[in-house]
């Protein structure tokens, strides 16, 4: 079955910087969308960056732009998020998540039928 694995995460201060790292397995797919989502308590998950990985197109949040980098490495199956110039306001749960293969850009965005990691907490002060 599918899984995937996140690691990095942690807290930072203000300006600095994070790497979220996201390795997935069993995915029968070539071609495929991944990204990151976040979540704070209370709030809507909502989409950060994602990725395709036929073709590495990628896609950003409008706050995000500029600070934040999603990338893959195919060999490994691993995405990555470089997070930098970190406000407080990113500070929340991060999600990785993988459509199951046949996906759209819409879809992965509205978060429809999509694999997910366990999540990593960032915290930023």
């Known amino acids: 079955h599918v899984q995937l694995v996140e690691s990095g995460g942690g807290s930072a201060e203000t300006g600095g910087s994070l790497t979220l790292s996201c390795a997935v397995s069993?995915?029968?797919?070539?071609?495929?969308?991944i990204g990151w989502f976040r979540q704070t308590p209370g709030s809507e998950r909502e989409g950060v960056a994602s990725?395709?990985?036929?073709?590495?197109?990628?896609v950003y949040a409008d706050d995000v732009k500029g600070r934040f980098t999603i990338s893959l490495d195919n060999a490994k199956n691993t995405a990555y998020l470089q997070m930098n110039s970190l406000k407080p306001e990113d500070t929340a749960m991060y999600y990785c998540?993988?459509?199951?293969?046949?996906?759209?850009?819409?879809?992965?965005?509205?978060?429809?039928?999509?694999?997910w990691g366990q999540g990593t907490q960032v915290t930023v002060s």
């Open positions: 998540a993988a459509d199951k293969g046949r996906g759209s850009l819409y879809k992965f965005w509205d978060k429809t039928d999509l694999y």
């Open positions: 069993g995915h029968t797919y070539r071609g495929y969308f």
């Open positions: 990725i395709y990985t036929g073709g590495s197109s990628t």
